[in-house]
């Protein structure tokens, strides 16, 4: 992880992720959500828990689309454009482009939204029907509230997601289901920067992570796995650092381990980001304190507005006095809260100077002789606290 520009954004008006910390899991249009969370002023942490196998190098795919040939659906379902897209493009290049759309031709189509229908057009074939909700599931019941269901052929273009319950489920009632694997997922090559997201999300330097696939949660919690760290990352997701999901579906195996992940109300990348915005500010305490108003961030303070970056030991001391606002804490109260603890309590002095330093406003922190620290709130806001 690279450290956050100490410059950035001292002047004009803060973006809301200004001084938080967004790790991006997703391989697929990971560019586009880290630019949109830069834009909000996001340091932006990438990790890709996932490697996109090539089409052109997967057998799985070209046996399903041999077979398909050889023998055509009664219906098939097209899920995602990118990936029926890229299911003709990897046809074309094995020389099984036009037998695929002929045999498809002659099957009843049937498109998850707008965009699986434009992917259909485009390779010259037409949907008989696409659910106004774009939802598997409402695809998955029109198909079981067939009546020749039993015996018939059904081809289910996947796009990473397994999809197993909707296999299943048209499998239980009797249909021939032959799954299209489109765009198969594995472990990224280099697991180095997912080792050291880990790392972040256990030692609280990242505020929230973002996943677009519930493959991504899984291959997180794979790599955890190898490193015997599930436990520890699952404490993590439960405390300091949100998980954010694109929808339910991606959010499915992290809610099964107990874990508080959100989603927009649409399942889109952007709405993601703007979701973000709301919920982190909001996770913030603001304290009023000493005639000013403080906002702890993840790696900077907001102080009357502007961002003031603090390095990691005297965040850690700001956050720890911000949990007990107006309470008293020691050295000794406060050093396990430093970067690797210690028994050294002057490192817990030598925080709280460079802190005082990195607010510009040293009497935001309050020494109480021979006690410790204190954030020092304004009187009103003490009174309130006694009622």
Same mark, same amino acid.
């Given at each position: 992880?690279?450290?956050?520009?100490?410059?950035?954004?001292?002047?004009?008006?803060?973006?809301?992720?200004?001084?938080?910390?967004?790790?991006?899991?997703?391989?697929?249009?990971?560019? =586009?959500?880290?630019? %949109?969370?830069?834009?909000?002023?996001? =340091?932006? @942490?990438? #990790? $890709?828990?996932?490697? /996109?196998?090539?089409?052109?190098?997967?057998?799985?795919?070209?046996?399903?689309?041999?077979?398909?040939?050889?023998?055509? *659906?009664?219906?098939?379902?097209?899920?995602?454009? /990118?990936?029926?897209?890229?299911?003709?493009? #990897?046809?074309?290049?094995?020389?099984?482009?036009?037998?695929?759309?002929?045999?498809?031709?002659?099957?009843?189509?049937?498109?998850?939204?707008?965009?699986?229908?434009?992917?259909?057009?485009?390779?010259?074939?037409? &949907?008989?029907?696409? *659910?106004?909700?774009?939802?598997?599931?409402?695809?998955? &019941?029109?198909?079981?509230?067939?009546?020749?269901?039993?015996?018939?052929?059904?081809?289910?273009?996947?796009?990473?997601?397994?999809?197993?319950?909707?296999?299943?489920?048209?499998?239980?009632?009797?249909?021939?289901?032959?799954?299209?694997?489109? +765009?198969?997922?594995?472990?990224?090559?280099?697991?180095?920067?997912?080792?050291?997201?880990?790392?972040?999300?256990?030692?609280?330097?990242?505020?929230?992570?973002?996943?677009?696939?519930?493959?991504?949660?899984?291959?997180?919690?794979?790599?955890?796995?190898?490193?015997?760290?599930? &436990? =520890?990352?699952?404490?993590? %997701?439960?405390?300091?650092?949100?998980?954010?999901?694109?929808?339910?579906?991606?959010?499915?195996? !992290?809610?099964?381990?107990? /874990?508080?992940? +959100?989603?927009?109300?649409?399942?889109? @990348?952007?709405?993601?980001?703007?979701? !973000?915005? =709301?919920?982190? *500010?909001?996770?913030?305490?603001?304290? $009023?304190?000493?005639?000013?108003?403080?906002?702890?961030?993840?790696?900077?303070?907001?102080?009357?507005?502007?961002?003031?970056?603090?390095?990691?030991?005297?965040? #850690? @001391?700001?956050?720890? %006095?911000?949990?007990?606002?107006?309470?008293?804490?020691?050295?000794?109260?406060?050093?396990? +809260?430093? $970067?690797?603890?210690?028994?050294?309590?002057?490192?817990?002095?030598?925080?709280?100077?460079?802190?005082?330093?990195?607010?510009?406003?040293?009497?935001? @922190?309050?020494?109480?002789?021979?006690?410790? +620290?204190?954030?020092?709130?304004?009187?009103?806001?003490?009174?309130?606290?006694? /009622?």
């Amino acid at each position: 992880m690279s450290a956050p520009d100490p410059s950035r954004n001292r002047t004009g008006p803060v973006p809301p992720l200004a001084g938080f910390t967004v790790a991006v899991t997703a391989a697929r249009r990971a560019e =586009e959500l880290g630019a %949109l969370l830069e834009r909000r002023g996001a =340091e932006v @942490v990438h #990790a $890709p828990a996932l490697r /996109i196998v090539p089409l052109a190098d997967d057998e799985e795919l070209r046996d399903a689309t041999k077979q398909l040939v050889a023998r055509p *659906p009664d219906v098939a379902v097209a899920t995602t454009g /990118i990936g029926f897209r890229g299911w003709m493009e #990897a046809a074309d290049g094995w020389g099984e482009g036009e037998a695929l759309r002929s045999a498809l031709g002659r099957s009843e189509l049937l498109a998850r939204g707008p965009k699986a229908c434009g992917a259909l057009r485009a390779a010259g074939l037409r &949907e008989a029907w696409s *659910p106004a909700s774009e939802s598997s599931t409402e695809v998955l &019941e029109r198909l079981l509230a067939r009546d020749d269901l039993d015996g018939l052929r059904v081809a289910v273009q996947l796009h990473g997601e397994p999809l197993r319950d909707f296999i299943d489920a048209l499998r239980g009632a009797g249909a021939e289901v032959v799954p299209v694997p489109v +765009y198969r997922w594995t472990g990224p090559l280099d697991p180095g920067p997912l080792d050291r997201l880990i790392d972040a999300v256990l030692g609280g330097g990242v505020d929230a992570v973002t996943f677009t696939s519930a493959l991504a949660a899984a291959g997180l919690y794979a790599r955890a796995e190898e490193g015997g760290r599930t &436990e =520890e990352l699952t404490r993590a %997701l439960r405390g300091r650092t949100q998980v954010a999901c694109v929808g339910p579906v991606t959010a499915a195996p !992290l809610l099964a381990r107990d /874990i508080p992940a +959100y989603w927009p109300d649409r399942f889109r @990348v952007g709405a993601l980001v703007r979701l !973000l915005g =709301e919920r982190l *500010p909001a996770s913030a305490p603001t304290l $009023p304190a000493a005639g000013h108003t403080l906002e702890v961030r993840g790696w900077a303070a907001l102080l009357d507005g502007e961002l003031r970056p603090v390095s990691p030991g005297p965040m #850690a @001391v700001l956050r720890a %006095l911000a949990r007990h606002p107006g309470q008293v804490m020691s050295c000794a109260d406060l050093l396990p +809260y430093l $970067p690797g603890g210690g028994t050294d309590e002057h490192a817990v002095e030598a925080a709280v100077a460079r802190l005082r330093t990195s607010l510009g406003a040293s009497s935001v @922190v309050q020494t109480v002789t021979k006690r410790g +620290y204190r954030i020092a709130l304004d009187p009103a806001a003490v009174c309130e606290g006694d /009622i």
